[in-house]
């Protein structure tokens, strides 16, 4: 439709469900998405999207977007009720590979913990990450999902404890209360709940 209606306009505008689904698109594969749109339709340019995505400095940890969009969400909250969430533990892989990034003349994809980098020895930190650790922070009563990653390499029930201690902190003094961790059964999730627990975990 929005083909219809920008037909042979200078500056066409675009619907929230467009501009959605060519993010997604862009996202999957980046040549597609500029072959599509030079060649065969009129989507909306890389400028235009990124002004609906945003920018990001690839912080990890509880950043300052994050702190944000907690505060954005509290007070949007009119209950404490609404205040309860719970939150989700998850590990994804990544490829090993050192990035160069122009905007904060650094390079990344390094080991990143945030303020819980202290943990880590010198030689752990100078080692590249191999998988993401992902913590997101789901509304019971409210409707908000909120992610928080770190960029770790072979994480330890020891070290994944910490990590949740951490992101239960800072939730807390944010306004918000966890009541619940959620996570599978992988055998590094076990040690980690066993810890937390003091060795009693519970179902």
């Known amino acids: 439709m929005d083909e219809v209606l920008n037909y042979k306009l200078k500056k ?42 945003g920018t990001t400095a690839r912080e990890v940890g509880f950043s300052e977007l994050v702190k944000q969009r907690l505060n954005t969400e509290i007070k ?16 994804l892989r990544i490829k090993q590979r050192l990035e160069y990034h122009k905007q904060r003349d650094a390079f990344l994809e ?26 997101l922070i789901c509304g ?7 992610p928080v ?5 072979s994480c330890t029930g020891k070290l994944l404890a ?21 996570t599978d059964n992988h055998k590094i999730n076990v040690a980690a709940m066993e810890i937390l627990s003091s060795g009693q975990p519970n179902t």
């Open 110 to 135: 390094d080991i990143d913990m945030g303020a819980l980098n202290q943990v880590l020895s010198d030689s752990e930190r100078s080692e590249l990450a191999n998988s993401l650790l992902c913590f």
């Open 12 to 53: 066409p505008k675009w619907c929230e469900t467009t501009i959605r689904h060519c993010v997604i698109l862009r996202s999957l594969s980046t040549k597609s998405y500029e072959y599509i749109w030079t060649e065969l339709l009129a989507f909306p340019c890389r400028t235009t999207l990124q002004r609906y995505m």
């Open 149 to 153: 990653g770190f960029v770790a390499r």
């Open 76 to 91: 949007c909250l009119g209950t404490e009720q609404a205040k309860i969430c719970s939150l989700i533990i998850d590990e």
């Open 140 to 146: 019971l009563h409210g409707r908000f999902l909120i």
């Open 162 to 182: 910490q990590t949740t201690k951490h992101v239960i902190k800072k939730t807390k003094e944010m306004g918000f209360e966890i009541v619940r961790v959620l």
